[in-house]
């Protein structure tokens, strides 16, 4: 058996009951936190809370070399880690796919998602959100700026009245950085600011499902110019607001009244 389990968004106590009895139970535990990382735990918090040794895997551990994983749930039960919730992102799929080719059983134990908190925290509804973006620092998609991409995404969301969910970049043992390097959700907001709107609205929830949640809305270019404190952050650029997303926006995140007419 192969489970798959979501961490959660902050710590080693944010994983759900079954996801704890999971890991409990398995002979490996393996993790990736290439993708995203817990705020308040690092791996030695995690293992002694699980009581087990956790296995971590970087990206070519995970998409290219998987072997030790897939070998572990022949033999056994084996649990994979991610922050989150584990199926966010396609190469776990992937994995989960190779296994079920082997005849490896698997299961998935879910967790909140950044997503989902960021619907819960700003009060924006969840299904008035259209497609997310990634947006990439700028030496890391060769190109200055932002991707037309991202931008694109944006106005098409808008143009049906959707917000945009923009995950911002994370790089972590790249060769081109010393350490891990999380964007901010003042520097995504710059650069929105200077290559899109500078007076459009945007909305930043950094930490969230940390007790220091924060929630902040303003123009792109205000809130270039706030510090949001530790990461992960993320950043909305709200379409259309029903009155109730205005009043929450006002009451949650400071929005400036003018913004919201």
């Known amino acids: 058996m192969l489970t ?21 139970d398995a002979d490996r535990a393996f993790a990736e936190f290439y993708t995203s990382r817990l705020v308040g735990a690092d791996v030695t918090d995690l293992e002694a809370h699980h009581d087990t040794a956790i296995e971590v895997r970087d990206r070519a551990g995970v998409e290219q070399d998987p072997e030790p994983i897939l070998a572990a749930a022949e033999d056994g039960d084996a649990v994979f880690l991610t922050a989150g919730d584990t199926m966010i992102s396609t190469t776990h799929v992937d994995l989960r796919l190779r296994a079920e080719e082997r005849g490896v059983d698997t299961r998935v134990i879910h967790a909140p998602t950044a997503e ?5 925290l700003t009060g924006l509804q969840n299904y008035r959100f259209g497609k997310a973006t990634t947006l990439p620092f700028e030496w890391a998609h060769g190109a200055d700026g932002v991707p037309s991409s ?22 972590v043992d790249h060769p081109r950085i010393d350490g891990d390097e999380y964007m901010t959700a003042s520097h995504a907001a710059g650069l929105l600011a ?23 809305a303003d123009t792109l270019a205000a809130l270039a110019d706030e510090d949001f404190g530790d990461p992960l952050h993320l950043l909305v650029i709200p379409g259309d607001l029903h009155h109730v997303e205005a009043d929450a926006l006002a009451g949650l995140a400071g929005a400036p009244d003018d913004l919201l007419e």
């Open 150 to 171: 991202v931008t694109e995404t944006i106005e098409s969301n808008r143009e049906r009245g959707l917000h945009t969910l923009c995950y911002l970049d994370i790089k």
């Open 194 to 216: 200077e290559h899109w709107d500078p007076d459009a609205l945007g909305v930043v929830v950094a930490r969230a499902g940390a007790p220091d949640a924060t929630v902040r």
């Open 116 to 120: 989902s908190a960021a619907s819960s």
């Open 4 to 24: 798959f389990v979501g961490l959660g968004l902050y710590d080693e106590r944010s994983v759900t009951v079954a996801g704890r009895d999971a890991i409990r």
